[in-house]
């Protein structure tokens, strides 16, 4: 199995936090990753990712399968023979304007091994730009800070 964790601290009430994750017409304004999300928040149903790797990479889709939707949590993932993924996005109240954003992914199954290979720098570049992008697109004056 294996695991991507990106945690950061914005300044701003947890409902804001809430309200930009969820707002997703507008991820293509700042989600390096996730140019659109498409769902209805039910649980069971369907939620289809247009995703890049990189602001002016090609868009993809992908339709997973919603498992958690609100308060203040979303998560959704694959489950077939061989491959299993699960990403959860928590936000977490520290104060009145301050809010703690984690984000994991787990992957199992036969096929990891490839998709780690193919994919698992990316995947890991995603969470963290993502992680500050959203950071970002609340506290405008912060600074972005790449990770090598």
């Known amino acids: 199995m294996k695991t991507y964790q990106e ?3 914005i300044d701003a009430p947890i409902e804001k936090v809430w309200k930009v994750l969820t707002d997703f017409k ?3 304004e700042w989600n390096p990753l996730n140019f659109d999300v498409i769902t ?3 649980v069971g149903n369907k ?3 247009k995703y890049r790797w990189g602001m002016d990479a090609k868009i993809n889709t992908q339709v997973e399968n919603l498992f958690a939707f609100g308060p203040f949590k979303m998560s959704w993932g694959i489950k077939n023979l061989f491959l299993k ?3 959860d996005i928590y936000l977490e109240e520290l104060g009145p304007n301050k809010t703690r954003f984690t984000t994991y ?3 199992s199954g036969a096929v990891v091994p490839l998709i780690l290979l193919l994919y698992g720098r990316k995947l890991k570049r995603a969470h963290i730009d ?3 992008a ?3 697109r609340l506290n405008e004056k912060t600074k972005l800070k790449r990770i090598p």
Request: proline share 0%.
């Open 85 to 87: 993924t699960r990403r």
């Open 47 to 49: 939620i289809t990712l």
């Open 7 to 9: 945690s950061i601290e």
């Open 134 to 136: 959203l950071k970002m």
């Open 26 to 28: 507008t991820y293509k």
């Open 105 to 107: 992914e787990f992957f």
């Open 130 to 132: 993502t992680t500050f």
């Open 40 to 42: 209805d928040g039910v």
